[in-house]
């Protein structure tokens, strides 16, 4: 029969006269063992999972449009359609040398293919108002999409 340390309630062989952990007095054999009632097992911390620290950059995918180009959407549009033969919408974008092309095909021209050049002006001015933020974002100011 095994005997139980009274203090850190080890259990330790019968002929054990101090327990192998706390090194206290145990009970002689056949002496009245007095019942444990207040036994606590030994202090254990507890473990809490350690979590990272928090990123010092935003991970939201939202982006703000207007910072990134959009802004010059309703501009580009509103003069592509009613100056678009003159490409100044291109220019606001950004496009020096499609801007130029439309400028100097209407000009040279004596303003014969003005009007080509305004209709390509409208068709684009329409496309930049009908998209969009987003979209009107990432094909003309990040993709650089020139004509149409």
């Not at 959407?73 to 009613?82: E, F, R, S, T, Y």
């Not at 003005?114 to 002006?121: E, L, Q, W």
């Amino acid at each position: 029969m095994a005997v139980f340390c009274t203090k850190c309630g080890a259990q330790n062989a019968d002929f054990a006269q101090a327990c192998a952990q706390c090194l206290a007095a145990l009970p002689v054999i056949g002496s009245q063992r007095p019942v444990q009632t207040d036994y606590q097992p030994p202090f254990q911390p507890s473990y809490e999972p350690i979590q990272p620290p928090a990123p010092l950059y935003d991970q939201s995918p939202t982006q703000d449009w207007q910072r990134a180009g959009a802004d010059k959407k309703i501009v580009a549009g509103i003069l592509g359609i009613v100056i678009g033969g003159l490409g100044i919408h291109k220019f606001i974008l950004g496009y020096q040398k499609e801007g130029l092309i439309m400028l100097l095909v209407s000009v040279l021209s004596c303003f014969t293919l003005a009007g080509v050049m305004h209709v390509i002006g409208i068709i684009e001015g329409i496309m930049y108002l009908t998209k969009t933020d987003e979209d009107f974002v990432r094909t003309y100011i990040q993709n650089r999409r020139g004509w149409f």
